[in-house]
């Protein structure tokens, strides 16, 4: 499952922090959520109506080099300046909701950091947000965030149960039951990355450091790394996948 227009911000910006408007017919005084989306290349917030339309949004690269404290500033002055953006509309932030790379505990600190963002285990996500918006803040892992947001208001609309599965650097994944999250004993219910998977030839080895696991095969740099074994001349993933599809003759119907 991907991302929907729904869920998916427009991605105009050129990475500079110069937000993109795109209002249309919400009144003076609608009220609006902040929504920052905190990953380990990139961080993004935005001013999101509450059926989750993004009126305006601005991000910059991830300073995840400089550290966790820099990472949490940048932003903490992103969504500052969402929020501004929405107080000079004439629109009402009511609250904040932040998905983050890395695990996350019911307090909204980081619990267990990811190897994209080196020293953000412990990081106080909820109090410094809180702190700068004086808002409402919840914090989530990123994939469980996305998995709402398709929950609620994007392809998993109408159903029951979802598992939506993100497939990019990493494998990650979530299940929904009725709108909610089911993150399990552990918090990593329905992330399918790490399960082991029967392939043939030699187990090969996942970031995490296990082997034979599904992203050790199926995440982007392992495709284009296969790729590359076999002798294939693609430059990246988007020419794998051009390949790909140029070799599969398309489904008869
Ligand atoms: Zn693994």
């Not at 989750?52 to 820099?70: E, K, N, V």
């Not at 267990?112 to 080196?118: I, R």
């Not at 794998?240 to 119907?253: D, E, H, K, M, W």
Request: hydrophobic content about 40%.
């Amino acid at each position: 499952m991907t991302g929907t227009s729904a869920t998916r911000p427009t991605e105009t910006e050129t990475g500079t922090g110069t937000g993109t408007e795109t209002r249309t017919g919400t009144g003076t005084g609608a009220t609006v959520v902040i929504g920052v989306d905190l990953g380990g290349t990139k961080t993004a917030a935005g001013v999101v109506t509450l059926d989750g339309r993004l009126l305006h949004s601005a991000h910059l690269p991830t300073p995840a080099a400089s550290g966790a404290a820099a990472v949490l500033s940048q932003a903490v002055r992103l969504a500052a300046a969402e929020a501004a953006w929405a107080g000079e509309a004439g629109l009402r932030p009511v609250a904040c909701g932040v998905g983050s790379a890395g695990t996350v505990d019911a307090r909204g600190e980081v619990s267990h950091a990811t190897t994209a963002l080196p020293g953000w285990r412990g990081t106080p996500l909820r109090a410094a947000f809180t702190a700068a918006l004086d808002l409402p803040v919840r914090v989530l892992n990123d994939v469980h965030a996305w998995a709402l947001g398709e929950a609620r208001l994007g392809a998993a609309l109408h159903s029951r149960t979802a598992l939506v599965v993100t497939v990019g650097t990493g494998i990650g994944g979530a299940l929904v039951v009725d709108g909610e999250l089911v993150p399990g004993r552990t918090g990593t219910a329905g992330a399918l990355g790490h399960l082991p998977v029967p392939a043939p030839g030699p187990a090969r080895r996942c970031p995490c450091g296990r082997t034979g696991h599904l992203e050790a095969y199926a995440s982007g740099p392992a495709i284009l790394a296969r790729h590359r074994e076999l002798g294939g001349a693609g430059e990246d993933l988007a020419d794998v996948a051009g390949l790909a599809a140029a070799a599969i003759p398309a489904p008869s119907r």
